[in-house]
């Protein structure tokens, strides 16, 4: 038989039964669906992750403590305060990968401003420190290097705490006082929003030199922060800063590092990696359900089968093949599956956008996943319509006639 | 010419453990151009040599040779060729495909026909349906068909692939007598045109207008004779006064 007239003979017998074709479809429309809806959000939930990370500054490579033994007991990372200001300096004049080093203080406080209070993160910073995290200031100054050697009072306000403190009214010029020591403001950091790391707009920045000795012991720093020259070259800065260091920290070769390095690239791959998980974790369990609806569509077909018994006998005894009949009810199988993979995919699109547009979600739109979704559902109405179809095949003519 | 030449054909079926002896032997040899009736009662074997002949079922044991091709030595996609390239199947319950208009149901046998002899099935089909009068009725679904008319799509359908033989089994069995007459007039014309016919009865007043009449008991033949005077079904018709069956198309008339 001319497959015109198959595609219509299927045709035909699914408009006969449409409510149960429908829900036979839905099984299908609800598991192409989920993948592409669940895929989208998975990807776009990576993606926005990612770049929040990068949002945390150009190319960035922090340096942290490292940990200590003591007596076969690992005290932790940060457990021994081995960076110094000396480290910054030697990383600024001995590398050639790095545009940017800054020392990173880490203090935190009660600040009060005109009646009212909040508490805060304080950071110690050099005057470089918003070329390295990409940040821009929203007005008034940043301090310069003279302010770092005088040790200057002065603050920049992160917006949360501009707010925070001010409200409406402009902060800059006002006095603050961070564990009663007076500081003037000086500018206020434009809003950088939030990310995983938490509300990065919440944050004051003095100069490194005003938090080492005003605000601590004055010995060590908490961590180098470093803009290395390009992407392409982290992994060879990364080196180079480890070389350095050991160096400047008198380390033997036996010696393990009394720092950690930790690039942005590192963070961003091995979210990526949990993100992804995450991903195909989603369109596993979304196509468990496709599974599911292969296995409505078998169900369906064997009823269709069972009831067009006669109509199998009347066929047979006009001279259709037993392959006729099971291409016919092959075709029936693939044709509700690819319909309800077609609608599913408009269902997933739509879902999708739902999802980004009232849950805010940001969701990736990928192609390709609808054609393997929309192919697969194919293959499932192949799989699962092919038993029923055999059965419809194998009968016999007589038998089948008799069928009533 | 011989169409259909069955020798020494038996069927067993095994129904649990008991053996069923549906034909014992069976000789039957039918010309071409005859128009024989095949009777008996329930249980005699008819339907059984009626799936034979039909090639819905194989013996056995013993030959069948239809229109020249041995029968009993074929594997099932093969008989489904000779079913749709040699045999025309009319049944008791019409067996029409519901849902599904007079032309596409007389189409169906050319559109499982592998030799692809047909460029226009459609074309073909309805001048089967004028065959048998019913050019008007091709849109009509068999739910809004009358019986009679029904059976002459069937009629229609076995036509349309120029078949070696018509099988007809029990065709007049869902008709009223009036009908059932109607409907053999049409088949005495198709017979009158050349056509071998096999008829399955168990009703006497049918048999009589074919030409031959074979008798089945018990699974064995124990009556074959030709008959000397043939019924005209057009004239029993008309002396009912009947309002005759419009004939139309190829030269036929009401008038045989």
């Given at each position: 038989?001319?497959?015109k007239?198959?595609?219509?003979?299927?045709?035909?017998s699914i408009i006969k039964?449409?409510?149960?074709?429908?829900l036979?479809?839905?099984?299908?429309?609800?598991?192409?669906?989920?993948?592409?809806?669940?895929?989208a959000?998975?990807?776009?939930?990576s993606?926005?992750?990612?770049?929040q990370?990068s949002?945390l500054?150009?190319?960035l490579?922090?340096?942290?403590?490292?940990?200590?033994?003591?007596?076969?007991?690992?005290?932790?990372?940060?457990?021994?305060?081995?960076?110094?200001?000396?480290?910054?300096?030697k990383l600024?004049?001995e590398?050639?990968y790095?545009?940017?080093?800054?020392?990173?203080?880490?203090?935190s406080?009660?600040?009060i401003?005109v009646?009212?209070?909040?508490?805060t993160?304080?950071?110690?910073?050099?005057?470089?420190?918003?070329?390295?995290?990409?940040?821009?200031?929203?007005?008034?100054?940043?301090?310069?290097?003279?302010?770092?050697?005088?040790?200057?009072?002065?603050?920049?306000?992160?917006?949360?705490?501009?707010d925070?403190?001010?409200?409406?009214?402009d902060?800059?010029?006002?006095?603050?006082?961070?564990?009663?020591?007076?500081?003037?403001?000086?500018?206020v950091l434009?809003?950088?929003?939030?990310s995983?790391m938490?509300?990065?707009?919440?944050?004051?920045?003095?100069?490194?030199?005003t938090?080492?000795?005003r605000?601590?012991?004055g010995?060590?720093?908490?961590?180098?922060?470093?803009?290395?020259?390009?992407?392409d070259?982290?992994?060879?800065?990364q080196e180079?800063?480890?070389?350095?260091?050991?160096?400047?920290?008198?380390l033997?070769?036996e010696?393990?590092?009394?720092?950690?390095?930790?690039?942005q690239t590192?963070?961003?791959?091995r979210?990526?990696?949990?993100?992804g998980a995450?991903?195909?974790?989603l369109?596993?369990?979304a196509?468990?359900?496709?599974?599911v609806?292969g296995?409505?569509?078998?169900n369906?077909m064997?009823?269709?089968?069972?009831?067009?018994?006669k109509?199998?006998?009347?066929?047979?005894?006009?001279?259709?093949?037993?392959k006729?009949?099971?291409?016919?009810f092959?075709?029936e199988?693939?044709?509700?599956s690819l319909?309800?993979g077609i609608?599913g995919?408009?269902?997933?699109v739509l879902?999708?956008?739902g999802?980004?547009?009232?849950?805010?979600?940001?969701?990736?739109?990928?192609?390709?996943?609808?054609?393997?979704?929309?192919s697969?559902s194919?293959?499932?109405?192949?799989?699962?319509?092919?038993y029923?179809a055999?059965?419809?095949?194998?009968?016999?003519?007589?038998e089948a006639?008799?069928?009533? | 010419?011989?169409?259909?030449k069955?020798?020494k054909?038996?069927?067993?079926?095994?129904?649990g453990d008991v053996k069923?002896?549906?034909?014992?032997?069976?000789?039957?040899?039918?010309?071409?151009?005859?128009?024989?009736?095949?009777?008996g009662?329930?249980?005699?074997?008819?339907s059984?040599?009626?799936?034979?002949?039909?090639?819905?079922?194989?013996?056995t044991?013993?030959?069948?040779?239809?229109?020249?091709?041995?029968?009993?030595?074929?594997k099932?996609?093969?008989?489904?060729?000779?079913?749709?390239q040699k045999?025309?199947?009319?049944?008791?319950g019409?067996?029409?495909?519901?849902?599904?208009n007079?032309?596409?149901?007389?189409?169906l046998?050319?559109?499982?026909?592998?030799?692809?002899?047909v460029?226009?099935p459609?074309?073909?089909?309805?001048?089967?349906?004028?065959?048998?009068?019913?050019?008007d009725r091709?849109?009509h679904?068999?739910?809004?068909?009358?019986?009679?008319?029904?059976?002459r799509?069937a009629l229609?359908?076995?036509?349309?692939?120029?078949p070696s033989?018509?099988?007809?089994?029990?065709?007049?069995?869902?008709?009223?007598?009036?009908?059932?007459?109607?409907?053999?007039?049409?088949?005495?014309?198709?017979?009158?045109q050349?056509?071998?016919?096999l008829?399955?009865?168990?009703?006497?007043?049918?048999?009589?207008?074919s030409?031959?009449?074979?008798r089945?008991?018990?699974?064995?033949?124990?009556e074959?004779k030709?008959?000397t005077?043939?019924?005209s079904?057009?004239?029993?018709?008309?002396e009912?006064?009947?309002?005759?069956?419009?004939?139309?198309?190829?030269g036929?008339?009401?008038e045989?």
């Amino acid at each position: 038989m001319k497959i015109k007239n198959l595609l219509k003979v299927a045709y035909k017998s699914i408009i006969k039964n449409r409510m149960r074709s429908f829900l036979t479809m839905l099984g299908i429309i609800i598991g192409v669906g989920a993948v592409i809806a669940l895929v989208a959000i998975g990807q776009g939930t990576s993606e926005e992750v990612e770049s929040q990370i990068s949002s945390l500054g150009s190319n960035l490579i922090m340096v942290m403590p490292g940990s200590s033994h003591f007596g076969g007991v690992s005290r932790g990372a940060g457990s021994i305060n081995s960076l110094t200001l000396k480290d910054v300096d030697k990383l600024k004049k001995e590398s050639t990968y790095i545009r940017e080093a800054s020392a990173y203080v880490r203090a935190s406080g009660q600040v009060i401003a005109v009646g009212k209070n909040w508490s805060t993160s304080i950071n110690g910073v050099d005057p470089n420190y918003l070329i390295i995290k990409d940040w821009e200031l929203e007005k008034g100054n940043f301090f310069t290097k003279r302010e770092i050697r005088s040790r200057a009072k002065v603050a920049v306000l992160g917006k949360t705490v501009s707010d925070e403190l001010f409200e409406d009214s402009d902060p800059v010029g006002q006095s603050i006082r961070i564990r009663n020591i007076p500081f003037k403001v000086i500018g206020v950091l434009d809003a950088k929003g939030s990310s995983m790391m938490g509300d990065q707009d919440d944050v004051i920045l003095v100069p490194t030199s005003t938090a080492l000795y005003r605000m601590t012991e004055g010995k060590n720093i908490s961590m180098i922060m470093i803009s290395a020259v390009s992407n392409d070259v982290m992994e060879e800065a990364q080196e180079e800063i480890e070389t350095i260091l050991r160096k400047s920290h008198n380390l033997k070769d036996e010696e393990a590092s009394n720092f950690r390095l930790r690039s942005q690239t590192e963070i961003i791959d091995r979210v990526s990696s949990v993100t992804g998980a995450l991903t195909v974790l989603l369109g596993a369990i979304a196509a468990v359900s496709l599974l599911v609806g292969g296995i409505g569509i078998m169900n369906i077909m064997l009823v269709s089968v069972t009831e067009r018994t006669k109509e199998i006998g009347i066929r047979l005894a006009i001279g259709a093949r037993g392959k006729d009949v099971l291409v016919q009810f092959l075709i029936e199988a693939v044709l509700l599956s690819l319909v309800g993979g077609i609608i599913g995919i408009i269902f997933g699109v739509l879902l999708a956008n739902g999802a980004s547009y009232f849950m805010n979600m940001s969701i990736v739109l990928n192609p390709f996943i609808s054609l393997m979704a929309f192919s697969f559902s194919g293959a499932v109405g192949v799989f699962f319509g092919f038993y029923p179809a055999r059965k419809a095949a194998a009968m016999d003519p007589i038998e089948a006639l008799r069928y009533e | 010419m011989e169409i259909i030449k069955i020798g020494k054909i038996k069927k067993t079926y095994i129904v649990g453990d008991v053996k069923v002896h549906a034909l014992r032997k069976v000789d039957l040899t039918v010309k071409k151009g005859e128009f024989v009736s095949v009777m008996g009662s329930s249980g005699s074997g008819k339907s059984t040599l009626m799936n034979l002949i039909g090639c819905l079922d194989t013996p056995t044991s013993g030959t069948y040779i239809l229109d020249g091709e041995k029968i009993d030595e074929l594997k099932k996609p093969q008989l489904s060729d000779i079913r749709n390239q040699k045999i025309g199947f009319v049944f008791q319950g019409f067996n029409l495909l519901p849902r599904t208009n007079a032309l596409e149901n007389v189409e169906l046998p050319l559109l499982y026909d592998r030799r692809g002899r047909v460029k226009d099935p459609s074309e073909k089909a309805k001048q089967a349906l004028d065959r048998v009068g019913l050019l008007d009725r091709m849109d009509h679904e068999p739910t809004q068909l009358s019986g009679g008319q029904q059976q002459r799509v069937a009629l229609a359908r076995a036509l349309v692939n120029e078949p070696s033989i018509i099988l007809a089994d029990e065709p007049t069995g869902n008709l009223d007598s009036r009908t059932s007459i109607e409907m053999m007039k049409i088949l005495q014309e198709l017979n009158s045109q050349g056509i071998t016919i096999l008829l399955v009865t168990h009703e006497e007043d049918i048999a009589c207008y074919s030409s031959r009449i074979v008798r089945l008991r018990d699974g064995i033949k124990i009556e074959d004779k030709v008959l000397t005077e043939i019924r005209s079904a057009a004239k029993d018709l008309e002396e009912m006064g009947a309002i005759p069956v419009e004939l139309n198309g190829n030269g036929y008339s009401t008038e045989v």
